[in-house]
């Protein structure tokens, strides 16, 4: 997990680098094509994910997390013995003689856990994760991360996309905002790829490689992952050693990261070999197949599946970045339909233009106040008037502020700008652009094919509430040609 204060869960161990891989495989994106790309991820074929049964989607169920971390401590704080398992559940000799004796002990506790109190979890992510091993397994493999580390997003999330911890860590891999931009993932009001099971696998699989070649160790790399890599490096440079197991008997890691491994070995051997442990009747889903089609900016799901033939919450599903339903504004996105759709959604894609939705960004920002700022400096440097601001907030405008509260800052749409403002003086160093529209000005615009209103306003800088007074709008839907 990639932050600090995540409550339970797992990470890799040195035995990783040894295990099997699967051979399935997805196709990667035809650079030839231009605009419909089939990406089809074939079934396991070898023993370790066997044949899977007819899909069967559970719902979302969420991990041990918050509230199941109390659980799994008190289950393992009753039963502190050691030898409690039949001789042959016991780990495999090639992991068990890597770890430390207390260790080994630890990874026998959550197997009791997880085959215990935690089994119908357990049984949830197992059913789910086939929707997603192939496609990650195949992302790590070729950025040469041992491929069984694809059971971190297991018990990061239980390969559920929609995770959330209260650390503000998403997706199946649990990327806080800051490390998912530094690996590329886009995180905005529209779309947040930390969602998306091959962008995020793809980002994982860079970090983890990153923390691998920092540490040149597998299990420092992955107590990096669960606790950010200036605690292990501090705990490097303290105790002088890159031993993990060493650093592990101090008091130096948090208790989560000293635990991160076991739990990660006990998830792995249930994963390997599920029916040994009492799995037998896991509903596995169907691996993930799609194809992907380019579509406008701001185009519905719900309207993309009425062209496919498909149901929004299919597409949903395809799509879990699409945190509103909605493509992002601009030009285009590359949008996941059912196979065989993609060429029907190609074909109406005049029609799909039609069926635009207004910008719906929110209109409020949020601003922390820091010390000494007045409600004043904050009107000015977003460019509102204090009178706006104060309204926005409920307070009067000579309220003094105090640090650390949040104000919420409109913006532009329908609010008082400094520009706006009888007498008021723009902020210096801003010239106006050659698109913007002083006061009183006209222009006449014709309207283009798939404009919309937030687009038009903001493109001569003036807001859409004033070209629907300026124009007798009495709604904001506008069709090409008007003027």
């Given at each position: 997990?990639?932050?600090?204060?995540r409550?339970?869960?797992?990470?890799?161990?040195?035995?990783?680098?040894?295990?099997?891989?699967?051979?399935?495989?997805?196709?990667?994106?035809?650079?030839?094509?231009?605009?419909?790309?089939?990406q089809?991820?074939?079934?396991?074929?070898?023993?370790?994910?066997?044949?899977?049964?007819?899909?069967n989607?559970?719902a979302p169920?969420?991990?041990?997390?918050?509230?199941?971390?109390?659980?799994?401590?008190?289950f393992?704080?009753?039963?502190?013995?050691?030898?409690?398992?039949?001789?042959?559940?016991?780990?495999?000799?090639?992991?068990?003689?890597?770890?430390?004796?207390?260790?080994?002990?630890?990874?026998?506790?959550?197997?009791?856990?997880?085959?215990?109190?935690?089994?119908?979890?357990?049984?949830?992510?197992?059913?789910r994760?086939?929707?997603?091993?192939p496609?990650?397994?195949r992302?790590?493999?070729?950025?040469?991360?041992p491929?069984?580390?694809?059971?971190?997003?297991?018990?990061?999330?239980?390969?559920?996309?929609?995770?959330?911890?209260?650390?503000?860590?998403?997706?199946?891999?649990?990327?806080?905002?800051?490390?998912?931009?530094?690996?590329?993932?886009?995180?905005?009001?529209?779309?947040?790829?930390?969602r998306?099971?091959?962008?995020?696998?793809?980002?994982?699989?860079?970090?983890?490689?990153?923390?691998?070649?920092?540490?040149?160790?597998?299990?420092?790399?992955?107590?990096?992952?669960?606790?950010?890599?200036?605690?292990?490096?501090?705990?490097?440079?303290?105790?002088?050693?890159?031993?993990?197991?060493?650093?592990?008997?101090t008091?130096?890691?948090?208790?989560?990261?000293?635990?991160?491994v076991?739990?990660?070995l006990?998830?792995?051997?249930?994963?390997?070999?599920?029916?040994?442990?009492?799995?037998?009747d896991?509903?596995?889903q169907?691996?993930?197949?799609?194809?992907?089609?380019?579509?406008?900016?701001?185009?519905?799901?719900r309207?993309i599946?009425?062209l496919?033939?498909?149901?929004?919450?299919?597409?949903?599903?395809?799509?879990?970045?699409?945190?509103?339903?909605?493509?992002?504004?601009?030009?285009?996105?590359?949008?996941r339909?059912?196979?065989?759709?993609?060429?029907?959604?190609?074909?109406?894609?005049?029609?799909?233009?039609?069926?635009?939705?207004?910008?719906?960004?929110?209109?409020?920002?949020?601003?922390?106040?820091r010390h000494?700022?007045?409600?004043?400096?904050?009107?000015?440097?977003?460019?509102?008037?204090?009178?706006?601001?104060?309204?926005a907030?409920?307070?009067?405008?000579?309220?003094?502020?105090?640090?650390?509260?949040?104000?919420?800052?409109?913006?532009?749409?329908?609010?008082?700008?400094?520009a706006?403002?009888?007498?008021?003086?723009?902020?210096?160093?801003?010239?106006?652009?050659?698109?913007?529209?002083?006061r009183g000005?006209?222009?006449?615009?014709?309207?283009?094919?798939?404009?919309?209103?937030?687009?038009?306003?903001?493109?001569?800088?003036?807001?859409?509430?004033?070209?629907?007074?300026?124009?007798?709008?009495?709604?904001?839907?506008?069709?090409?040609?008007?003027?």
């Amino acid at each position: 997990m990639v932050k600090t204060s995540r409550t339970f869960l797992v990470a890799l161990a040195l035995a990783c680098t040894g295990l099997g891989a699967s051979g399935c495989a997805m196709f990667s994106q035809d650079p030839s094509a231009s605009k419909v790309t089939p990406q089809v991820l074939a079934a396991p074929d070898n023993s370790e994910e066997a044949a899977i049964p007819s899909p069967n989607a559970l719902a979302p169920v969420k991990p041990f997390g918050d509230s199941d971390d109390s659980s799994a401590r008190a289950f393992l704080q009753k039963d502190r013995r050691v030898h409690v398992l039949d001789p042959s559940d016991r780990m495999p000799a090639d992991i068990e003689r890597l770890l430390p004796r207390e260790v080994s002990a630890q990874v026998e506790g959550y197997l009791r856990f997880f085959t215990g109190p935690g089994h119908d979890h357990f049984t949830t992510w197992l059913a789910r994760s086939t929707r997603y091993l192939p496609l990650m397994r195949r992302i790590l493999r070729e950025n040469e991360v041992p491929p069984d580390l694809v059971y971190l997003a297991m018990v990061e999330s239980g390969f559920n996309t929609s995770a959330r911890s209260s650390a503000h860590a998403v997706g199946p891999w649990q990327f806080i905002a800051g490390t998912g931009r530094r690996y590329d993932l886009k995180i905005s009001s529209y779309v947040d790829e930390r969602r998306d099971p091959e962008k995020a696998t793809q980002a994982a699989a860079r970090y983890l490689k990153d923390l691998h070649e920092m540490f040149n160790s597998w299990d420092l790399a992955l107590a990096s992952y669960n606790a950010g890599e200036g605690k292990i490096d501090r705990g490097v440079r303290r105790f002088a050693t890159a031993n993990f197991w060493e650093i592990r008997k101090t008091q130096f890691l948090a208790k989560e990261t000293r635990n991160y491994v076991p739990q990660y070995l006990a998830a792995l051997m249930i994963a390997r070999n599920p029916s040994k442990y009492g799995f037998d009747d896991v509903a596995y889903q169907a691996p993930l197949q799609y194809e992907t089609v380019s579509v406008a900016g701001l185009v519905p799901l719900r309207s993309i599946a009425g062209l496919c033939g498909s149901t929004s919450e299919e597409l949903k599903l395809l799509n879990p970045a699409l945190t509103r339903g909605v493509t992002p504004p601009g030009d285009s996105y590359e949008v996941r339909v059912p196979i065989g759709a993609a060429q029907r959604v190609q074909a109406n894609h005049t029609q799909l233009a039609s069926m635009r939705a207004e910008d719906t960004q929110p209109r409020y920002r949020v601003h922390r106040v820091r010390h000494g700022q007045t409600l004043s400096s904050v009107a000015r440097r977003y460019g509102v008037t204090p009178k706006v601001l104060a309204r926005a907030n409920g307070m009067r405008t000579t309220a003094p502020l105090r640090a650390g509260v949040r104000l919420r800052i409109p913006r532009a749409g329908g609010i008082e700008t400094v520009a706006q403002t009888p007498g008021a003086t723009r902020p210096r160093g801003k010239a106006r652009g050659a698109g913007s529209v002083g006061r009183g000005a006209r222009v006449v615009y014709v309207v283009k094919q798939g404009d919309t209103l937030h687009a038009i306003s903001a493109k001569f800088h003036t807001t859409v509430e004033d070209l629907m007074r300026n124009n007798n709008l009495r709604h904001s839907r506008i069709k090409a040609g008007r003027r």
